[in-house]
């Protein structure tokens, strides 16, 4: 069964820094990967996903995310964090062939300070 | 397009009342999946519906929970008799096809007095 894990519950950065949000999964072929964002009370918006081909994946709202087979990562980046990135964010993996079944991380709460 | 509707956004129910979910797909999505949220954790997998069928329900509870996903209207989650446990939000999720991008909606918050 896939597994992943984000090591980090919550991080804290300062407006403009550079932001790099760690995720490690465990799956038996190739992943499909994903990454969400949640804001308080709201739903889960996809900030970007990896299905095959180039292994850097640039998203919505300037993130990107790069796939590290050797690693078994997928951490999520950002050059300049803005006040409005502060959210939880969680990355997730779902199974490649017949349906998806997606596992999700336990999230990293960011926090960005001014 | 309108994205992935639930309804109601906030639920409360006492003990041993029943809780009904819904959730309508995004338009010409026919897979569903529901999923939960308990305070402080990550999203767990429930179950996945096409139309008119349960293809995996291996992440819900076996007793008291059901869902369905009919030809014509919104899936629906359903709790029966709730307890101070089943207080969670509860993420309904679909995709075109699958495996796909699975599109989220606000979520249901349930809260059991």
């Known amino acids: 069964a896939q597994s992943v894990t984000q090591p980090d519950i919550h991080i804290t950065v300062s407006e403009g820094a550079s932001l790099e949000l760690r995720c490690n999964y465990s799956y038996g072929a190739t992943p499909y990967l994903f990454w969400y964002v949640q804001s308080p009370g709201q739903g889960l918006q996809l900030l970007l996903k990896?299905?095959?081909?180039?292994?850097l994946v640039q998203g919505i709202k300037g993130f990107e995310a790069e796939f590290k087979r050797s690693q078994s990562s997928f951490n999520l980046r950002k050059p300049s964090v803005h006040w409005s990135d502060a959210a939880e964010y969680f990355c997730?993996?779902?199974?490649?062939?017949?349906?998806?079944?997606?596992?999700f991380g336990t999230g990293t709460k960011l926090q960005v300070i001014p | 397009n309108a994205g992935v509707m639930q309804n109601p956004r906030h639920l409360v129910r006492r003990r041993g009342q029943e809780a009904r979910l819904r959730c309508s797909p995004v338009k010409g999505h026919s897979h569903v999946y529901w999923y939960r949220q308990l305070p402080e954790e990550g999203l767990k997998f429930m179950v996945y519906?096409?139309?008119?069928?349960?293809?995996?329900e291996s992440g819900m509870p076996k007793e008291r929970f059901s869902a369905e996903f009919p030809k014509e209207g919104p899936s629906i989650l359903r709790i029966q008799q709730v307890v101070r446990g089943d207080s969670a939000a509860y993420f309904c999720?679909?995709?075109?096809?699958?495996?796909?991008?699975?599109?989220f909606g606000p979520g249901t918050r349930l809260l059991v007095l």
């Open positions: 519906l096409q139309k008119e069928n349960i293809i995996d």
């Open positions: 999720a679909s995709s075109p096809d699958s495996p796909e991008t699975q599109y």
């Open positions: 990896y299905f095959s081909g180039d292994t």
């Open positions: 997730a993996v779902g199974a490649t062939g017949g349906y998806q079944k997606v596992t």
